[in-house]
T-cell receptor, first 114, second 112 residues
Framework: DAGVTQSPTHLIKTRGQQVTLRCSPK?????VSWYQQALGQGPQFIFQ???????QRGNFPDRFSGHQFPNYSSELNVNALLLGDSALYLC?????????????FGSGTRLTVV | TQLLEQSPQFLSIQEGENLTVYCNSS?????LQWYRQEPGEGPVLLVT?????EVKKLKRLTFQFGDARKDSSLHITAAQPGDTGLYLC????????????FGKGTKLSVKP
């Protein structure tokens, strides 16, 4: 049973460019959350998708947007990249019925902005 | 504002020693989760504690949730090199699934 799958694993982009990161949730999970983890820091919540809609959002600018597809997979888009966007982007999936007690994280996408 | 403070930030010990990691906040959480993260990997859930005063054991790891649900501790008995990693605590507010608030983590190194 595959866990959470994220792609790509590593990415290098130039300032001002746009990037799309992808996430396939664990089988049976219907909720996807995205987190940003800067070096030496704990993950910070970006937003959560459930039933193809953004349900909650953290303190991130509108340059960060997302989407959830009918098969529960999700994308994170970041526009107008800044050097400070360099981080590990983590996707976590869960089952709505689990009420937050069963997060599974992917291995992340390491984004470097130069 | 860092709502969850973890201490110590770094810990380097010898195999066989015991250790305790702390996670403190001025906020009340409906649940608190502990994760372990290894370099290049995502966090792996170790335990979720929900009830104030709750104690959970996972082999050599003992987790405790404070009575007021504002703090938690993780105690490891007879640490092994395989315990090396970044230990993160994360609090959830209310009944929602999203918006886990993470601490900065405790980086543990266990030397053989």
């Amino acid at each position: 049973d595959a866990g959470v799958t994220q792609s790509p694993t590593h990415l290098i982009k130039t300032r001002g460019q746009q990037v799309t990161l992808r996430c396939s949730p664990k089988s049976g999970h219907d909720t996807v959350s995205w987190y940003q983890q800067a070096l030496g820091q704990g993950p910070q919540f970006i937003f959560q998708y459930y039933e193809e809609e953004e349900r909650q959002r953290g303190n991130f600018p509108d340059r960060f947007s997302g989407h959830q597809f009918p098969n529960y997979s999700s994308e994170l888009n970041v526009n107008a990249l800044l050097l400070g966007d360099s981080a590990l982007y983590l996707c976590a999936s869960s089952f709505e019925g689990g009420r937050g007690y069963g997060y599974t994280f992917g291995s992340g996408t390491r984004l470097t902005v130069v | 504002t860092q709502l969850l403070e973890q201490s110590p930030q770094f810990l380097s010990i010898q195999e066989g020693e015991n250790l305790t990691v702390y996670c403190n906040s001025s906020s009340v959480f409906s649940s608190l989760q502990w994760y372990r993260q290894e370099p290049g990997e995502g966090p792996v859930l170790l335990v979720t504690v929900v009830t104030g005063g709750e104690v959970k054991k996972l082999k050599r790891l003992t987790f405790q949730f404070g009575d007021a649900r504002k703090d938690s501790s993780l105690h490891i008995t007879a640490a092994q090199p395989g315990d090396t990693g970044l230990y993160l605590c994360a609090g959830a507010k209310g009944g929602s699934q999203g918006n886990l608030i993470f601490g900065k983590g405790t980086k543990l190194s266990v030397k053989p």
